[in-house]
């Protein structure tokens, strides 16, 4: 008998998974307004139908792209999303240009956002529920905080 499926977990996982398996409202999760800062070199902020307001810098947004390969890496890698690569131990500077950054941006439907990186990542579908899900604002964190004891 195999017990490779038995996966034990904590109870502040349990309680992450709970909220993040409780459905929001259509109206958190429709946008009214959406802007993307391509030319400042900002990131992305979007005012909700409900009047909450989401900011994300571009380089929180690249390190928490949604899809399957990010996705896997971070998983493996023991990072939340948003949260950076450890830099690796270099021995000389070298030029990287910036890979934070995206060359483009468009929509999805009417559910979604897609980035064009600049280091030539484009496979990320940031969803408007994954987005209202990843708030960076202080009251969106403290409650993330309040809820499961880990910040957002």
Same mark, same amino acid.
């Given at each position: 008998m195999s017990h490779e499926g038995i996966r034990f977990s904590s109870q502040e996982e349990k309680a992450r998974q709970e909220a !993040?398996? /409780?459905? +929001?409202s259509r109206i958190a999760i429709t946008p009214e307004k959406v802007r993307v800062l391509l030319s !400042? %070199?900002?990131g992305l902020e979007i005012d909700w139908a409900d009047g909450h307001r989401s900011a994300?810098?571009?380089?929180? +947004? *690249?390190e928490a792209c949604p899809c399957a390969t990010c996705v896997g890496e971070r998983k @493996? !890698? %023991?990072r939340k999303a948003g949260e950076a690569r450890p830099k690796p131990v270099e021995l000389l500077?070298?030029? #990287?240009?910036? #890979?934070?950054?995206? =060359?483009? #941006? /468009? #929509?999805?439907? *009417?559910? @979604?956002? /897609?980035?064009?990186? +600049?280091?030539?990542?484009? %496979?990320g579908i940031y969803s408007w529920d994954y987005l209202r899900r990843q708030c960076q604002c202080r009251e969106c964190?403290? @409650? @993330? !905080?309040a809820a499961? =004891?880990?910040p957002n």
């Open positions: !993040e398996n /409780q459905p +929001l !400042e %070199g900002k994300w810098s571009f380089a929180w +947004l *690249r @493996a !890698e %023991g500077p070298i030029y #990287a240009p910036p #890979a934070n950054k995206p =060359g483009s #941006a /468009q #929509a999805v439907g *009417r559910y @979604a956002i /897609q980035f064009n990186w +600049l280091d030539g990542h484009s %496979g964190t403290f @409650a @993330a !905080e499961t =004891g880990q």
